[in-house]
């Protein structure tokens, strides 16, 4: 069964900074793209970045709402893909969703749960 | 402001068919695949399409997506009230090189 288990959401003041986890298994971890993907409250899905596999250079894209304040990094050793977000603003108050796509165009696409990202003194 | 254009909301009765559209431009769909995901209530998004018009296994035949040049649609036949939810497309921008979303489309079975 495929999982993906998202971490390290919470309360953090505006110009903070926090660390986001998302443990994977059940698929091929080291062979997927991993996506982070936001959602604020009542709001739609906003794309926050991508890291590639190993055999892609572990290429990494970010949004442009986020580019320069966030880096997306992953240790297939542990099936873990990871968000660093610095110089938080209250617009990045969000669910944070990690989402892996195992194969591009495939249906080998997957979605967490979700932590909460909440930006606030 | 959404890259991807989609209707903020759409109905119909049980059993009808509704369809959601979704427009881009030549940067994203038009030049790349466009994927469709579910959100119900309170849970994550799911893969409803891919690559245009794939229908994930277990996912119903009452749905169906096509795209044309920079458009794309979702259709959704003999409607259920469990197809109460948030729709979205997806597709790859060249020109931003990121994944573009659009803004969602609530539909609502009345």
């Known amino acids: 069964e495929v999982q993906l288990v998202e971490s390290g959401g919470g309360l953090v003041q505006p110009g903070g900074s926090l660390k986001l986890s998302c443990a994977a298994s059940?698929?091929?971890?080291?062979?997927?793209?991993m996506h982070w993907v936001r959602q604020a409250s009542g709001k739609g899905l906003e794309w926050v970045g991508r890291?590639?596999?190993?055999?892609?250079?572990?290429?990494?894209a970010y949004g442009a709402s986020v580019k320069g304040r966030v880096t997306i990094s992953r240790d297939d050793s542990k099936n873990t893909a990871y968000l660093q977000m610095n110089s938080l603003k209250t617009e990045d108050t969000a669910v944070y969703y990690c989402?892996?796509?195992?194969?591009?165009?495939?249906?080998?696409?997957?979605w967490g749960q979700g932590t909460l990202v909440t930006v606030s003194s | 402001q959404s890259v991807l254009t989609q209707p903020p909301s759409a109905s119909g009765t049980p059993g009808q068919r509704v369809t959601i559209s979704c427009s881009g431009s030549?940067?994203?769909?038009?030049?790349?695949?466009v994927y469709w995901y579910q959100q119900l209530p309170g849970t994550a998004p799911k893969l409803l399409i891919y690559?245009?018009?794939q229908r994930p296994s277990g996912v119903p035949d009452r749905f169906s997506g096509s795209k044309s040049g920079t458009s794309a649609s979702l259709a959704i036949s003999g409607l259920r009230s469990e197809d109460e939810a948030d729709y979205y497309c997806?597709?790859?921008?060249?020109?931003?090189?990121?994944?573009?979303f659009g803004g969602g489309t609530k539909l609502t079975v009345l």
């Open positions: 989402n892996a796509i195992a194969v591009a165009g495939t249906a080998d696409d997957y």
């Open positions: 059940g698929f091929t971890f080291s062979g997927s793209a």
């Open positions: 890291i590639r596999s190993k055999a892609n250079t572990y290429a990494t």
């Open positions: 030549s940067s994203n769909i038009g030049s790349s695949n």
């Open positions: 690559r245009n018009n």
């Open positions: 997806a597709a790859w921008d060249d020109s931003l090189s990121g994944r573009v």
